[in-house]
């Protein structure tokens, strides 16, 4: 068994339902799959002394998921004032309607078609509910419309599906591109350095501790991979298909159709680069 200290970010362990930092506390989805990993985490933040909180990422459209997160705010003696999303992809946002009624909260999203009110978010926001503080950072890249939320209080940084617990995570060509990913990456690395975050609360997988170590082998990653495709192209791999053979061989075949989309991301900012 590998020591969990040793792993890319350093996961803290299981993905639980419970009080992650002093701030979050997260209910985990039951929708787990190879895609989801052990499912969505969605997110309650509150500062410890205020009756109001902030969700992010609701989640599928599952009833006994979306009360549970409201069950769990009421436990704690909070009320959930605002829905944040981190994108739109269904198993973080599809919930989002349903929980608004549940909380009669408005929704707040980068995407006009995500929210429920007139307020949306966008680079350099700062919500604030309760006494807590959450900046808002666009990380383009796995989606169009991707955000994080840097919570300093607990210098922390809610990654939805850009960076993940465990493994890696997909750029979803054509609405994800590469090269606005790249540079994603490269500015959660910069809040790491200059703004002291040391814990992602991923979308899917376990708390990771070591949130510069994360970014670095994601960055890693990213180069090493597209350092295969060219290989690949060169020696006759040109179509996308073939090129996930090729190079993504050591992959779960399940993943191979998402693993295309990210073939597809790739050979496209190769090209713009005009390195192919």
């Known amino acids: 068994m590998t020591d969990a200290a040793a792993l890319p970010g350093q996961p803290r362990g299981r993905v ?11 209910v985990l989805a039951p929708n787990a799959s190879a895609m989801t990993l052990d499912g969505t985490n969605t997110w309650i933040l509150s500062e410890p002394d205020s009756d109001l909180a902030v969700v992010v990422d609701p989640g599928p459209l599952d009833e006994r998921h979306l009360r549970a997160v409201v069950d769990t705010a009421g436990a704690a003696g909070k009320r959930v004032a ?47 509910v309760g006494g807590l503080e959450l900046g808002v950072v666009p990380t383009p890249g796995h989606t169009a419309d991707s955000l994080c939320f840097h919570l ?52 899917h997988g376990p708390v990771l501790e070591d949130a510069q170590g994360a970014v670095e082998f994601y960055l890693a990653h990213r180069a090493h991979r597209l350092a295969q495709v060219e290989t690949a192209v060169e020696n006759g791999f040109r179509a996308p ?36």
């Open 16 to 26: 639980l339902t419970g009080p992650a930092t002093a701030r979050a506390v997260n």
């Open 82 to 128: 605002l829905t944040l999303l981190t994108h739109g992809h269904p198993d973080h946002a599809e919930g989002a309607v349903r929980f608004a009624e549940l909380t009669g909260t408005k929704v707040r999203a980068l995407d006009p078609a995500l929210r429920l009110g007139e307020e949306g978010l966008g680079a350099g926001d700062v919500v604030r």
């Open 152 to 203: 300093p209080a607990d210098q922390a940084v809610l990654t939805g599906d850009t960076v993940l617990g465990r493994g890696t995570t997909v750029v979803a060509h054509p609405d994800g591109r590469l090269g606005d990913y790249l540079d994603s990456l490269r500015r959660l690395r910069s809040l790491t350095v200059d703004d002291g975050v040391h814990t992602v609360l991923p979308g």
């Open 241 to 276: 298909g073939a090129v996930v053979e090729h190079v993504y061989a050591d992959v779960d075949r399940s993943l191979w159709p998402a693993a295309e989309l990210s073939v597809r991301a790739q050979l496209e900012y190769l090209e713009e680069h005009g390195i192919i």
